[in-house]
Every structure is written in structure tokens, then in C-alpha cells.
């Protein structure tokens, strides 16, 4: 009989702290439903896929069934993250955005024009003419494309390239994608030294079609104690994960197409 009393005691802190939770998780638990339209109601509707996902409701629904992390958003910043985390109940992990960059540097004042075009506005349908209308057949061609994509006002054609104003890009991507000749990517929004021209061509070519453009000549990769340039198709590589920003590759490229990169 002394062995039933602990049983019992014991059986019975089991059923009230078993019913206890249940009655918890009731009054406490927002329904599903409810929860997808809470966060909804937090994302910035901007349906630019930069989450991984192919609009907001989508990322929304992989978020309340747990597929998903809070901090995926880059058009909302951290203040989404922070409202997601407190509706989800899940730990805050917001990341710095990507940053979008143009990697040309083919202005009106160094570059060669190869054809005058009269038609549509479009750098989609221009580079239907080989290269378009620049010597250079890896430059930007300046009819905005990337500028009719972006919803943040983020990019302007200033002299005939696209600008991205790091203040206001939030890195959704749309601009990447919008891009013919795929001069448009994102990199972390860090101080970096950026090659911001991708000219494959032999130097001699390269300096009859942009005044600016990379000549190949390894002086970059020569003064970098990091090892963070390399030589790749006649042009300087740099990589971003290597690199510490001390500028000794910008201060020797004479042309001019190597600069430091910062966000902040």
C-alpha cells in the first residue's frame, strides 16, 4: 500500500502539469491563419524574391510553418526581423544586406560609341545588335533597365551608366536580373577593393574602346600581402573574402578601375 501513495502522488503532478500546458498552448497560441496574416501585414510587399522565395505570402507561409528564418528580408531591414522574431516567438538573426554594384566603368567621357541607334529604349532589345552601341563589348549601355526594375529609387543613369545609391539599395536582386549583360551583382556591404571592370580583351584593346578599363597589368596583384587579387582572363580578380581594404591596389592602378567599396 506504501508503494500506491508516491504512484499516485506522482501520476497526478503529471496530469495537472500535462493539462496545464494544454490550457497554455491554447491561450497562448495564435492560430495559423492568423499568425500568416500578422506577418503578412509585417512584410514590405515588395515581392522581390531577395528572401529566396517568389513573393511575400510565399516566404510568409514558409515562416509560419518553420521553413524559413526571420531574417531573410533585406527590404525591411532589421526592424522586420525584429517584429517577425516577437510574432513567431523565434531568435532575431538579420544580416547586413547585400549591395548592389555596377561593374563597368564606361562613362560618356571614356568610352567609344560604335553605333548611333534610334529605336527602343531597352538595353534587353539593343543587345539584339551584337555588343550595342558601346566599343566595349562588356559596358554598361545606359538605357535603364535596371532603373525601370528598381522599386527604392535606388539606381539613376548619371553620363550614360547605371549609379547605384547605396543608401537607399536594399539588395532585392531585381536589378541583377533585369541586367542583359549581367554587369549587375550584389556583394556584402563591407569596405572592399572591387575591380569594377570585367574586360577580358588584351590591353591594347581594352584602352582603345575605355580609358578606364583594366590593362591587365598585374600591379594590383604584385603590392596585395593578402593574396587577395589574382589575374583571370587578362583582368584583376578580387577576392572580397581575402581582401582587408588597406587600398595599396587602388593606389597603384593607374587606370583607375580598381576603388574601395563602402557602405557605410
Do not use: W
Not at 115 to 120: D, M, N
Not at 228 to 245: E, F, L, T
Request: proline residues 2%; positive net charge.
Amino acid at each position: 500500500m506504501n508503494f500506491f501513495i508516491p504512484i499516485l502522488i506522482f501520476t497526478s503532478i503529471g496530469l495537472i502539469s500535462a493539462v496545464s500546458l494544454v490550457i497554455i498552448s491554447i491561450v497562448m497560441n495564435i492560430p495559423k491563419d492568423e499568425k500568416l496574416k500578422k506577418v503578412l501585414e509585417i512584410l514590405p510587399g515588395a515581392n522581390c524574391g531577395a528572401c529566396g522565395f517568389s513573393g511575400c505570402e510565399s516566404y510568409a507561409k514558409a515562416l509560419v510553418s518553420s521553413k524559413a528564418e526571420v531574417g531573410l528580408c533585406s527590404p525591411g531591414g532589421e526592424s522586420v526581423s525584429q517584429k517577425l522574431s516577437k510574432i513567431l516567438k523565434t531568435e532575431e538573426n538579420f544580416t547586413s544586406p547585400k549591395k548592389a554594384i555596377v561593374r563597368c566603368c564606361t562613362n560618356n567621357n571614356v568610352k567609344n560609341s560604335n553605333l548611333q541607334y534610334q529605336g527602343l529604349k531597352s538595353c534587353a532589345a539593343i543587345c539584339t545588335l551584337a555588343s550595342g552601341t558601346n566599343s566595349c563589348d562588356f559596358g554598361c549601355l545606359g538605357f535603364g533597365d535596371c532603373v525601370s526594375v528598381c522599386q527604392y529609387g535606388a539606381i539613376s543613369i548619371k553620363n550614360g551608366i547605371a549609379i547605384v545609391d547605396q543608401n537607399k539599395c536594399v539588395g532585392c536582386e531585381n536589378c541583377v536580373k533585369a541586367c542583359p549583360k549581367n554587369l549587375i551583382v550584389l556583394t556584402d556591404s563591407k569596405k572592399q577593393a572591387i575591380n569594377f571592370c570585367i574586360n577580358t580583351d588584351n590591353g591594347a584593346l581594352t584602352r582603345k574602346v575605355c580609358t578606364e578599363g583594366c590593362i591587365g597589368c598585374a600591379m594590383c596583384v604584385k603590392v596585395c600581402k593578402e593574396g587577395a587579387i589574382s589575374m583571370k582572363q587578362g583582368v584583376a580578380v578580387i577576392d572580397k573574402d581575402k581582401c582587408i581594404a588597406c587600398g595599396k591596389c587602388v593606389q597603384v592602378c593607374k587606370i583607375g578601375c580598381i576603388k574601395l567599396f563602402d557602405t557605410h
